[in-house]
């Protein structure tokens, strides 16, 4: 049995897979400190018997088995947390690790390789992830960064221009314009009230100022496939997450891609996995790391 676990910033997920495929799920919110986690990775990992390998797609970057964050906001303990060898402490076996966004990419990857081989996944949830595949390889790159769209500049500003930087210490970030974090934000600044990326797409039907904020991060969306069609070549983008899943948010970004001149009109594609592609890469990558 190989255990999943999907580390976000908001919630964790756990898997049982077998052959291939997710037999059990469990998940719970993602706990800030230390103590806290552990305790919440023991409670969703419980599957009633203990895995042989485990695979963690987890938030941030890794480096030689640790965990950092680039956006420091989003998991306040993320300093270089030795997760793998905590993993490794705490199961018993083997812990192989990727990005989550990374692992979902490559999940998303899997089904369609017989026609594509090089793919942008972006993930528009609590923040912004990437991955990408190049020439049928998941690119991780020496610093465990490659395919952080994220943390990429885009000249779309949010709404509710002018804001402090992104957590990641740079200003026009995409995360800052279209991560369900910026969206509550700018809601928030807009719409007068608090609301979470959820309601905010409730009231587009009645309401041209969410319908603005959502149209504006699609714009800023589709600028950042543009931008990695010219420096990556890549033969289709495809979106997941929370807020990239939400009605009508890949129609959305379809249509800014298709205002831009021909050339940079990629397809654009939804996530077949869903909220399980990270849970489904992570585990294929260990199956492969294992030989």
């Not at 640790?66 to 812990?95: E, M, Y």
């Not at 991955?131 to 990429?152: E, K, S, V, W, Y």
């Not at 991560?179 to 979470?196: C, F, H, I, V, Y």
Request: aromatic fraction near 6%.
């Amino acid at each position: 049995m190989i255990l999943a676990l999907d580390i976000g910033g908001s919630k964790i997920s756990a898997a049982r897979i077998e052959d291939g495929g997710i037999v059990e799920r469990h998940q719970v919110p993602m706990r800030y400190n230390e103590e806290a986690f552990l305790e919440a990775v023991r409670e969703v990992a419980d599957f009633g018997r203990p895995p042989e390998r485990v695979a963690v797609a987890a938030t941030g970057f890794l480096h030689d088995g640790k965990v950092f964050s680039v956006n420091i906001n989003t998991i306040p303990f993320w300093k270089g947390f030795p997760l793998q060898a905590v993993l490794r402490r705490q199961f018993a076996c083997p812990v192989v690790m990727l990005n989550d966004a990374q692992a979902a990419a490559w999940g998303e990857y899997l089904p369609r390789r017989d026609r594509v081989n090089n793919l942008l996944f972006i993930t528009l949830s609590t923040g912004v992830g990437g991955g990408l595949i190049c020439d049928g390889q998941l690119r991780t790159g020496p610093h465990g960064l490659a395919g952080h769209i994220g943390h990429a500049s885009v000249s779309i500003p949010p709404l509710d221009a002018p804001v402090p930087p992104c957590g990641c210490g740079r200003p026009d970030c995409l995360e800052h314009v279209a991560s369900g974090t910026a969206l509550a934000r700018q809601a928030q600044a807009l719409l007068g009230k608090p609301m979470d990326s959820r309601e905010l797409f409730s009231r587009i039907p009645q309401d041209e100022r969410a319908a603005a904020i959502v149209d504006n991060a699609a714009r800023a969306v589709a600028q950042a496939i543009a931008n990695c069609l010219m420096l990556m070549d890549v033969e289709e983008a495809v979106i997941g997450g929370s807020v990239g899943l939400a009605a009508d948010m890949i129609e959305r970004i379809r249509r800014e891609l298709d205002g831009l001149p021909a050339l940079f009109r990629l397809p654009v594609s939804r996530a077949i996995a869903g909220a399980d592609a990270g849970l489904l890469g992570a585990a294929d990558w260990a199956l492969r790391a294992a030989g």
